[in-house]
């Protein structure tokens, strides 16, 4: 009797524990390592989701219209991997807004030559970029023109308010967070080719664009032919446009299990089909064989080395102030300073990954507290004038049949060295002006749109109002086959502007090239420079990092304190798609908050500083002479004390 | 901290020059009157300080000094002023002119210590304490001067020298700073030290300047 109350008691106690302990650890056994860095085997089924979006059948190779599988519930099947957990990371938590945005970063783009705009769009509220809803961009819209180089998740997975878009959207499906895209480490995996991802999600074939990026599966069809009464789950084979997957049978088992190459650490090409750049040197050369990568790449680094992250796909970004608001712990030892300058606590953790910890001999140490680390490493050597360059994400680079030409749109300009979080002081009241702001290397892009003038600025007007009205002012506008601007003139703008004023409630506004440009009670032409509306949005430049001899400043003083030394005097070229104003300049130094003279004053007493050292050393030695002969002199005569002589 | 030592250092300078003064005031016969406060700014600000020599070296020698207490109060104001009263590092149009000052002041300096230094090497007769105890401990037959110790002439001396004495790393801290010797520890040490020798180095020349007034005054 004694020993059955005992084991009730023991067994009560154990359950209370676990019931406890459950309830606090969410964690799946894929979330959390048990310690080991070998990769665990992914043999694992497929599985679809259904109309209900729940889990649904498992894949089966050989079915009659096998549906693609889902990420969603094939990585959280068997209790895996917590899909909830990881869709709340950075790549895919834009559209949360309780998530802090942290430093800006590079906008998504829309433009359109014909219509004359280049708006930068971002769910995060980075100032200076507009919401899509801003300009009329459903999610839904959003994702299908942009999706091309997401991950998924995000606006991918927003549900539509719209009506006609519901209907649209449960045929194309939602873009769930493809892990595939980073963690398949298969060389097949296929994000930019013919039919793989980027160009199922141009077809709003999201459902099926996971499945198409991988090895063992293709896509047809295209879910924006169908009609929105189109029910994939039950397809119907006489719909020759119907999205359809095949998958290869020989890489299933005979479970209908496929072994996955799966990895932890992601490989360098993963992040560079979203994070490529290219410069347009002023030599011309711009085939990745003439550019040299990454110092940190060449020195045997990858990206996850020093972008890493949990579960919670909480990405480390790498800049000085993120760990003041990442909750990642390790984003304070990974930025620049905190890799190769921190002092540590009780460990010593400077010299993380063999990273050299630097001596920068010879700058004064107010450079750290005035420029980036980026200033002197990162991103092209600055030259006399800024280059155009181009991003994945912006340009569409690593797709089909993406437009090679240089000025292509959008005009992304770099580097432009500019004062972090502040563009220039004219536009202080637009971007979040920080007086501790450093100087850091830029990406710029000149905003182009069309807008109406409100009591607290300027408002985007949505794109179905600016393509109804604009596109039968623009109609014998000749798009140049390179993608640059249309020849706009400020005739066209004032015409586009009246025609504007007609259709929306309010005075009517173009924003371009730094300008503001309305019409006035005579329906004349106005123009306002540096406009805060018009303001560039500007992001920074943290990659490619170069080697240390090649910083600025490494081989003297004058790389950049010179009266004709870019860093501060090169040009920066304003990008407008009004013809009169393309050849516009501003100095690099109008973005830094330095007044032009001091700037060039300075940089002109660095001619007379060689003179300086030479007189300061004859100064110090004709002092140190004197008081050398003196201070021999009373010792001459402490030795006749002490010998007692006169 | 540097703020506040250099804050209440040159406060405490000030001080006692002012209690100096009033305690103990050069002039033998304490004339307030205006026509002689007037004489006596006069004679400091076109700086009888020197006895006049019309010799060409003599005037050299009154340009030069002129040139480098001007060099040295634009060096104290724009060395001084931004970390002081703006508790900033000092940069700007302040630093370009306070650069542009320093190897002026440099080549004063060197000036100075050549012309300067024979007048102000120490000698017997600058204190007669001295005579007694070398007579007490050696058999040296010292003449001891019947005169008191000049302490204002001998203060003079010992300020000239710690003038001379601190210039060497007021020029050399910041000037190895402009040469790729130094790493980021190193050239914040080398900053600390020419902020702390410029601290020195003003309160003693404030010193020294104070002293040869009153020492020019008192033979006026």
């Known amino acids: ?646 | 901290m540097f703020r506040t030592i250099s804050i209440f250092v040159f406060i405490a300078t000030f001080v006692c020059i002012g209690v100096c003064c009033l305690v103990s005031p050069c002039s033998k016969e304490c004339r307030w009157g205006p026509v002689n406060v007037l004489r006596r700014l006069i004679h400091v600000f076109t700086l009888l300080l020197l006895q006049q020599k019309l010799s060409p070296i003599g005037v050299l020698k009154k340009l030069i000094y002129l040139l480098a207490v001007l060099c040295f109060i634009v060096l104290a104001i724009t060395g001084f002023y931004q970390r002081l009263i703006l508790d900033e590092p000092i940069s700007g149009y302040l630093m370009m002119i306070h650069a542009t000052f320093a190897p002026i002041f440099a080549i004063c300096l060197a000036a100075l210590a050549v012309m300067w230094a024979s007048s102000n090497r120490f000698e017997k007769s600058d204190c007669p304490s001295v005579q007694r105890i070398l007579r007490c401990v050696t058999r040296l037959r010292i003449p001891i001067e019947a005169s008191g110790c000049n302490i204002t002439l001998l203060a003079q001396k010992i300020t000239f020298w710690i003038i001379m004495f601190l210039a060497l790393p007021l020029i050399l801290s910041i000037i190895m700073s402009m040469f790729s010797l130094f790493g980021t520890a190193g050239q914040e040490f080398l900053l600390a030290t020419h902020r702390w020798t410029a601290l020195a180095f003003a309160v003693v020349a404030i010193v020294h300047t104070y002293l040869t007034i009153r020492a020019q005054m008192k033979q006026y």
Not at chain 1, 117 to 143: C, M, N
Not at chain 1, 232 to 243: L, Q, S, T, V, Y
Not at chain 1, 442 to 451: D, E, F, R, S
Request: aromatic content about 10%.
């Open chain 1, 1 to 646: 009797m004694k020993s059955k109350i005992i084991a009730a008691l023991v067994l009560s106690q154990w359950l209370f524990t676990y019931s406890v302990l459950a309830g606090d650890v969410a964690k799946l056994p894929g979330d959390e390592s048990d310690g080991s860095r070998a990769t665990p085997i992914h043999l694992i089924p497929l599985y679809a989701e259904n109309e209900d979006g729940e889990k649904g059948e498992q894949i089966k190779p050989d079915a009659e219209f096998p549906m693609p599988f889902s990420t969603r519930w094939t990585c959280s099947s068997s209790d895996c991997h917590s899909y909830e957990t990881v869709s709340k990371g950075w790549h895919f938590n834009s559209v949360d807004p309780n998530v802090t945005a942290g430093r800006v970063g590079e906008p998504w783009i829309y433009f359109d030559p014909k219509l004359g705009l280049q708006v930068p769009l971002s769910y995060r509220p980075w100032p200076g970029t507009f919401r899509p809803e801003e300009i009329g961009l459903s999610a839904f819209q959003f994702t299908r023109i942009f999706g091309r180089h997401m991950p998924g998740g995000g606006p991918g997975e927003v549900d539509s308010n719209d009506f006609d878009e519901i209907a649209r959207q449960f045929v194309s499906g939602k873009l769930e967070v493809n892990c595939f895209a980073c963690h398949n480490a298969h060389y097949g995996q296929d994000m930019g080719g013919l039919g793989g991802y980027a160009v199922q999600v141009t077809r709003e074939n999201f459902r099926w664009a996971a499945a198409a990026s991988c090895e063992f599966a293709s896509v047809t069809g295209s879910a924006a032919k169908v009609l929105e009464t189109y029910d994939p789950f039950m397809p119907d084979p006489d719909e020759e446009n119907a999205p359809r997957v095949t998958y290869r049978k020989e890489r299933f088992n005979e479970n209908n299990e496929v072994l996955l190459q799966i990895v932890r650490e992601v490989s360098n090409e993963r992040c560079y089909y979203c994070h490529s750049d290219l410069y347009y040197s002023h030599s011309g050369d711009t085939e990745k064989w003439t550019s040299d990568e990454d110092v940190h790449l060449k020195a045997g680094l990858k990206c996850v080395d020093c972008h890493r992250n949990g579960i919670e796909h909480n990405m480390i970004r790498g800049y000085a102030e993120e760990a003041g608001i990442s909750q990642n712990p390790l984003a304070a030892t990974s930025s620049c300073e905190g890799c190769h300058l921190s002092e540590g606590g009780d460990e010593p953790e400077a010299g993380r990954l063999g990273a050299p910890v630097p001596t920068h001999p010879g700058i004064p140490p107010i450079h750290f507290e005035k420029l980036t680390c980026t200033a002197c490493h990162s991103g092209p050597w600055p030259a006399e004038q800024t280059v155009l360059t181009k991003t994945s994400r912006a340009h569409r680079l690593g797709t089909p049949n993406v437009n090679k030409a240089k000025e292509m749109l959008p005009h992304i300009i770099s580097p432009v060295f500019a004062k972090e979080g502040e563009a220039v002081a004219e536009y202080s009241g637009r971007h979040a002006a920080s007086e501790d702001g450093k100087i850091a290397p830029h990406k710029v892009i000149w905003p182009a749109y069309w807008g109406k003038l409100e009591d607290n600025g300027v408002k985007p007007i949505e794109l179905a109002i600016v393509e109804k009205v604009i596109s039968g002012v623009f109609t014998d506008l000749e798009l140049p086959a390179t993608g640059d601007w249309p020849v706009v003139t400020k005739d066209m703008i004032a015409t586009a502007l009246k025609a504007l004023t007609k259709t929306v409630d309010g005075k009517a506004v173009y924003a371009a090239g730094g300008r503001l440009y309305s019409l006035d009670d005579s329906d004349q032409l106005v123009e306002q420079a540096n406009h805060p509306a018009a303001a560039p949005y500007m992001w920074p430049i943290a990659h490619n990092v170069r080697p240390a001899s090649q910083s600025l400043g490494v081989r003297y003083c004058e790389d950049c304190h010179s009266p004709d030394a870019s860093f501060f005097f090169g040009g920066v070229t304003i990008d407008t798609p009004v013809v009169s104003e393309r050849e516009s300049i501003k100095k690099m130094v109008e973005f830094q908050d330095i007044s032009p003279f001091y700037a060039w004053a300075f940089a002109f007493s660095f001619v007379f500083r060689p003179w300086l050292k030479v007189i300061a050393l004859a100064c110090a030695v004709v002092i140190a002479a004197v008081l050398l002969l003196y201070a021999l002199r009373l010792l001459g005569c402490i030795a006749k004390v002490f010998a007692e002589q006169e």
